[in-house]
Structures are given as C-alpha cells and as structure tokens.
C-alpha cells in the first residue's frame, strides 16, 4: 500500500467525533494520523492501518 504523508484516508470505525476521515502525519512501520474533525492525534501500526483502510478523499 502506498500512502503518503498529507494524505487524507478513510477508515472504516469513525472516531468518537463523529468523522472517519484522517491526515497522513507520519509513515514508517507506525502511522500517525490526525483526526480532520477534532485534530486528535494517534499512532497505529501498519498493519492495523491496511486492515481498516477504506480509501482516499
């Protein structure tokens, strides 16, 4: 999967704001990724990033 930073990806379990879009922070063998609605951020690995990819926006 080849994402990058600046992206925004769609996840399939939207977060407790209410949106499931996020902004590509940082890649690597971890994820960051900042939440578009509340600017929360979170680190997740890889693998649970592929698992629960949706698609872009």
């Known amino acids: 999967m080849d ?24 890649v690597g063998a971890d994820f960051r990724l900042k939440c578009t609605g509340c600017d929360h951020q979170v ?3 890889r693998k649970t990033v592929e ?3 949706k698609g872009l926006i």
């Open 3 to 26: 994402l990058k930073v600046g992206q925004i990806i769609k996840l399939k379990k939207q977060h407790p704001c209410g949106t499931n879009a996020w902004e590509i922070v940082r």
């Open 51 to 53: 698992k629960s990819f």
């Open 43 to 45: 680190m997740l690995p």
